[in-house]
């Protein structure tokens, strides 16, 4: 699953490698243990009642009702919280592009364009340049947040961050041997996730195998039929409210921001169809012109994204039989915008799609984006549940979230490789576990924020300060 050496190190990459090293004099290590909430820290529940006001309304409930369940579910859901108390911390002032919400939830299996099962990060929606450091210590934290919630021992999750960073730290050493273009061709095919699991239990290996045979079932043809229906001749996707509602049921009166009515009316959603088109590459454009709009319908997923203006749209072939579905999500400004350099992207739909182009090993055939006429609001498009799959954290035991987080922290120093200096970052990290002992320490502090900020949530819903709506 690591890359192999290409031969002796090239002589400026040993030169960045002693500059990364000589960082360690200004930021030691050491240093990225230190973390605490400080004095003007934001409240947690405004922080995120901030990001509703821009959502649909009647969905928000929703979200708040999937952070409750878990200390893990409301971290998946509050990465501008973290992002917002990482502004103050120690980095060295090497960038790559990152995830911006690299939590263990967010990789899993898809896809590549020849049809090969591959593993990866599999969200973007937070994608910014920014210093590496961040990614990591979200991973490392979520290993710590995901251990406790799954009843394994304080020693244990300590050591399960420990392993990210690690893994990380080895990927990253080698990464930094290898040319730029070995870097952006290498990929984690499942394969080698499944021989990784090899060692561990029946339970667990059972379980690995049977997550990488449900994403090769999640074909198209499944998903049209458990997703559509036929109406007079004609494909229609389900309606099952409020999870998934076709436009032409939509309640407009329950859309309370400024433009949302004219945005999810039909004939606006489909002339976004067609900006989305004009905007690909003209092998992609002929392709998908051979399609046509058949219907179109509001979906909630995820948990931090619930209440983002999401669709999925059913595009009709030539023959009865033949259609595809495509996703349309909206495109918010990234949480770590305001905590960082402006980056160069003209819209917030270039931005997560270029962000996906840059760190994956491979992308869907389908990215795309537009700009909403009637709401101004950004899109990014994609195709919807094509062969892609994820682990259910839940139900592995200690040596499998290990073994699983291993595999996270490889594809994420992958992808901070590509357009990141892995030799400088390499340098700086060593061969040590000083720095996997500091963020260890990190993440167990910021679990146990994690752990007060949700009970906060639960008193705000007690109070009434929150509306959650639970078990959807």
């Known amino acids: ?36 909430p400080s004095e003007d820290r934001v409240d947690p529940i405004n922080l995120l009642q901030e990001q509703d006001a821009s959502r649909v309304q009647h969905l928000v409930p929703i979200k708040y009702g999937r952070m409750l ?6 971290f998946r859901g509050s990465a501008a919280l973290m992002a917002a108390d990482l502004r103050s911390s120690p980095t060295t002032g090497l960038q790559a592009m990152l995830c911006g919400d690299a939590h263990l939830s967010n990789f899993g299996i898809f896809a590549s364009p020849e049809r090969r099962m591959i593993f990866d990060i599999n969200d973007f929606d937070e994608a910014y340049p920014g210093p590496w450091e961040w990614d990591l210590k979200r991973l490392a934290a979520s290993a710590v947040i995901a251990g406790r919630d799954n009843g394994f021992k304080a020693k244990k999750c300590r050591k399960l961050a420990i392993t990210t960073v690690n893994a990380y730290r080895e990927a990253m050493q080698q990464f930094s041997q290898l040319s730029i273009l070995d870097i952006w061709y290498f990929h984690v095919p499942t394969s080698a996730v499944l021989r990784a699991f090899e060692n561990q239990s029946k339970r667990v290996k059972k379980r690995a195998r049977k997550t990488v045979e449900k994403a090769r079932g999640k074909t198209q043809t499944r998903t049209l039929a458990k997703m559509t229906h036929r109406e007079d001749g004609r494909l229609r996707i389900n309606s099952e409210p409020p999870l998934l509602v076709p436009v032409a049921e939509l309640d407009l009166t329950t859309l309370k921001i400024e433009g949302d009515v004219t945005a999810f009316k039909e004939e606006t959603i489909y002339g976004g169809w067609r900006d989305y088109v004009d905007s690909l590459p003209d092998d992609r454009k002929s392709l998908l012109r051979r399609y046509q709009p058949s219907d179109c319908a509001l ?39 305001g905590h960082l350099a ?54 592995l035991d200690e040596r499998g979230l290990g073994t699983y987080m291993k595999v996270c922290a490889t594809c994420l120093a992958r992808a901070h490789a590509r357009m990141g200096d892995a030799a400088a ?16 320490d990190f993440s167990v502090t910021y679990a146990d924020q994690a752990e007060d900020d949700h009970q906060a949530l639960v008193q705000a819903v007690k109070e009434g300060r929150v509306e959650a709506q639970t078990g959807i």
């Open 299 to 337: 979906r909630v997923g995820g948990v931090g994204s619930v209440g983002t203006r999401c669709s999925i749209m059913l595009l009709q072939g030539e023959g009865p039989d033949d259609a595809i579905l495509l996703q349309l999500k909206e495109a918010g400004a990234s949480v770590l915008e």
């Open 69 to 74: 369940e878990s200390a893990f579910a409301f």
């Open 425 to 440: 970052i390499g340098g700086y990290i060593g061969k040590s576990d000083a720095l996997s002992e500091a963020i260890a």
């Open 342 to 395: 402006e980056a160069p992207y003209a819209s917030q739909g270039e931005r997560v799609v270029m962000g996906q182009l840059l760190m994956q090993a491979v992308s869907d055939i389908f990215l795309g984006w537009h700009t909403s006429h009637a709401s101004n609001v950004d899109y990014y498009w994609r195709q919807f549940k094509d062969l892609k799959g994820s682990a259910q954290i839940g139900e």
């Open 1 to 36: 699953m690591t890359p192999e050496k290409n031969g002796n190190e090239p002589h400026e990459s040993v030169h960045r490698r002693k500059r990364g090293k000589e960082l360690r004099k200004t930021v030691p290590r050491e240093s990225h243990a230190d973390w605490s």
